[in-house]
């Protein structure tokens, strides 16, 4: 059912180009559940201290810098709603929260949300710069930075948890599709609305939003939504990235020393000193590797929270995998394997049989720890086995189990 969904928002939307909304995206018995996600996730990020970090508040729409400092004395407890802790600070003033990067908090979170987007994924594709989540929650009204387009590339999934509706507007015409990105903000909405087009949002329901489309929402009650940015960035950005990474990478293909430069050279033979095919193949590996780290995060762009709390068990266990979270490899130069777990990358000896397992894994098939040993050895002793299960445990993309 959620496929036909996705489906529809695709097909309805042309390809994710145009604004439309979707019933029901969120399962009535699941939106209780994203609600307890996100207070967990608002207490780890005020317990963190960080918080000028992605935290904004308003009051009667004017953001107020003192309110995040009142909202970490007062962490939310895990029995308690957003809603009843929100009015425990804010009382019956008019307030809106908004949380970004949220992934950055919640491994179980990004779980979720991994599973809840993949059959848009898989219709649309992999956005380059991937996936991140942010969630608003008040009582606010109108939002506080107006009626805004969002930045170039990013298109955005609004997922509205209520209780409270949100009236959502937008402006899908070629005279504002046209303006240049955050160059304009329209403050003058109750002008501007009659010529809107409305989208009353009940809990459950999604809104798309592309990259190109003014819009504004209402929230009048009390009422929680969070937000895929759906991230294709402009390709300047994405060259300058892969240029960063590429160097980071620290890729050493070739040790010729320069020449020294004469000085009767010209500016137009300067460029020879450049080895245009050592240049292209770093760029190709560091593009590998961003797609790599990617797909192995379900498409989200920040990876998974390290779990150093997390043990290998005494004696046999079960190792099953995750195929919401497909462990990636490259080969390495060297002779290695670069794995790539929930964005993170793990360096491993090679071994003939090293990609079945990591293949069986990512069909979400399980392997006792015997069989793992019957596999790697002796090519691999049992420090090697037992590092890479317990990397593999730390950034979640496997999970342990007694066997019994």
């Known amino acids: 059912m959620k496929n036909q969904i996705w489906e529809k928002l695709y097909h309805e939307s042309s390809s994710l180009t145009r604004p439309v909304m979707a019933e029901g995206l969120i399962p009535e018995n699941q939106i209780e559940e994203f609600k307890s996600l996100l207070l967990s996730i608002i207490r780890e990020f005020l317990r963190k201290g960080d918080l000028h970090l992605g935290l904004k508040t308003y009051i009667d729409n004017i953001q107020r810098q003192e309110i995040p400092e009142i909202m970490a004395s007062k962490l939310p407890q895990q029995d308690e709603t957003l809603e009843n802790w929100a009015y425990s600070i804010f009382g019956?003033?008019?307030?809106?929260?908004?949380?970004?990067?949220?992934?950055?908090?919640?491994?179980?979170?990004?779980?979720?949300?991994a599973i809840l987007i993949k059959p848009l994924l898989e219709k649309a594709g992999l956005p380059l710069e991937g996936i991140s989540f942010l969630f608003f929650m008040g009582?606010?009204?109108?939002?506080?930075?107006?009626?805004?387009?969002?930045?170039?590339?990013?298109?955005?999934?609004?997922?509205?948890?209520?209780?409270?509706?949100?009236?959502?507007?937008?402006?899908?015409?070629?005279?504002y599709n046209v303006i240049e990105h955050?160059?304009?903000?329209?403050?003058?909405?109750?002008?501007?609305?009659?010529?809107?087009?409305?989208h009353n949002l009940k809990p459950g329901n999604a809104m798309?939003?592309?990259?190109?489309?003014?819009?504004?929402?209402?929230?009048?009650?009390?009422s929680i939504s969070f937000v895929m940015d759906y991230i294709n960035p402009p390709m300047d950005r994405f060259e300058n990235e892969l240029l960063k990474a590429a160097n980071e990478e620290n890729i050493i293909l070739q040790n010729n020393y320069q020449s020294p430069l004469k000085s009767s050279s010209k500016p137009t033979e300067w460029s020879q000193n450049l080895n245009q095919d050592s240049l292209?193949?770093?760029?190709?590996?560091?593009?590998?590797?961003?797609?790599?780290?990617?797909?192995?995060?379900?498409?989200?762009?920040?990876?998974s929270k390290i779990n150093n709390s997390a043990h290998l068990p005494n004696g046999n266990f079960l190792i099953i995998g995750k195929s919401i979270f497909p462990i990636q490899y490259d080969k390495q130069l060297d002779g290695g394997f670069l794995l790539f777990a929930r964005g993170h990358r793990i360096k491993s000896k090679d071994h003939p049989k090293l990609s079945l397992i990591i293949h069986r894994?990512?069909?979400?098939?399980?392997?006792?720890?015997?069989?793992?040993?019957?596999?790697?050895?002796?090519?691999?002793?049992?420090?090697?086995?037992?590092?890479?299960i317990a990397e593999l445990h730390k950034t979640e993309t496997i999970e342990i189990q007694p066997k019994k």
Request: glycine share 6%; proline share 5%; aromatic share 12%.
């Open 182 to 198: 955050n160059s304009q903000i329209f403050r003058n909405i109750d002008e501007m609305l009659p010529e809107s087009v409305s």
């Open 139 to 175: 009582n606010y009204g109108f939002t506080p930075f107006g009626i805004h387009k969002e930045n170039v590339g990013e298109e955005g999934v609004l997922f509205h948890l209520g209780p409270g509706e949100k009236q959502f507007y937008t402006w899908d015409k070629p005279e």
């Open 208 to 222: 798309f939003i592309p990259h190109q489309v003014f819009h504004v929402a209402d929230t009048p009650e009390f």
């Open 361 to 388: 894994l990512n069909n979400g098939e399980s392997f006792d720890l015997n069989t793992i040993q019957n596999l790697l050895l002796p090519d691999w002793d049992m420090v090697d086995i037992f590092s890479l």
């Open 280 to 303: 292209q193949k770093k760029l190709e590996i560091a593009l590998r590797r961003h797609i790599l780290s990617l797909k192995s995060n379900g498409g989200i762009k920040r990876k």
């Open 92 to 113: 019956d003033q008019k307030f809106g929260v908004i949380l970004n990067y949220l992934e950055d908090y919640s491994n179980e979170f990004s779980e979720k949300v």
